[in-house]
């Protein structure tokens, strides 16, 4: 396992991700970076308003990166430094991309108090689904499940 300097060390890069984000323009004060085997492989900063992608969040951005870089839709034996801790969108992605482990800098407190609360997104996560904000339907269920049927049998699936 790495020694802690070097976590700090490419915490430091995500860090400064984030910073030249905010001289840049390009999108809110986000960085991250994903390490492998002692080397950056993938890094992200925030784009949210410069490419208007709501998605465009440093984590995924770097994750992107990352498994473009590595030829795969998995981070296995990876690191990902986030310069802040990851909202329900980004550690979704993080979880579904299975890196080794994950540092990350700023809490979620921090962000709230520079204009980035998670916590109403935290909130409508774990309401059902008829209960939340955002009116959600559920609808022809039989005809869905019917495509997971093939996929079960499918010999073109790939797990993941």
């Known amino acids: 396992?790495?020694?802690?300097?070097?976590?700090?060390?490419?915490?430091?890069?995500?860090?400064?991700?984030?910073?030249?984000?905010?001289q840049t323009g390009e999108g809110g004060p986000f960085g991250a970076i994903v390490v492998k085997d002692g080397e950056v492989i993938g890094?992200?900063?925030?784009?949210?308003?410069?490419?208007?992608?709501?998605?465009?969040?440093?984590?995924?951005?770097?994750?992107r990166d990352a498994?473009?870089?590595?030829?795969?839709?998995q981070l296995e034996g990876c690191v990902i430094y986030s310069s802040c801790e990851p909202c329900p969108m980004c550690l979704g992605a993080i979880y579904w991309a299975?890196?080794?482990?994950?540092?990350?800098?700023?809490?979620?407190?921090d962000a709230a108090r520079a204009g980035f609360d998670d916590s109403y997104i935290y909130q409508q996560v774990s309401t059902d689904f008829d209960?939340?904000?955002?009116?959600?339907e559920h609808l022809l269920q039989i005809e869905a499940v019917a495509v997971f049927d093939e996929w079960i049998v499918s010999e073109k699936k790939i797990p993941y």
């Open 43 to 63: 890094r992200g900063a925030n784009k949210v308003t410069s490419e208007n992608d709501p998605t465009a969040h440093a984590e995924v951005m770097a994750i």
């Open 67 to 73: 498994c473009r870089t590595l030829n795969s839709f």
């Open 1 to 22: 396992m790495m020694q802690l300097n070097n976590h700090e060390h490419f915490m430091r890069q995500a860090i400064k991700l984030a910073r030249e984000n905010i």
């Open 98 to 109: 299975r890196p080794e482990k994950l540092f990350f800098a700023a809490s979620r407190q």
């Open 131 to 136: 209960q939340r904000d955002i009116s959600t």
